[in-house]
């Protein structure tokens, strides 16, 4: 159970970082603090069209 905790403790971490930075400040922090484990759940959360060419 102190595993499910934690998991919602990052989510929480996570959701709070993207409210409040948006989604790109909030991974750019995240890698800056050395919180690979928020960053990665903050790139999954990235919308996959980002670096695609424009046309």
């Not at 484990?37 to 959360?45: F, T, V």
Request: aromatic letters at 4%; charged letters at 20%; a neutral charge.
């Amino acid at each position: 159970m102190a595993s499910l905790e934690h998991d919602k403790q990052k989510q929480a971490i996570v959701k709070n970082l993207i409210d409040t930075c948006g989604i790109h400040r909030a991974l750019h922090a995240a890698k800056q603090f050395g919180w690979h484990d928020i960053a990665s759940q903050i790139s999954e959360r990235l919308p996959q069209d980002t670096t695609a060419p424009h046309h």
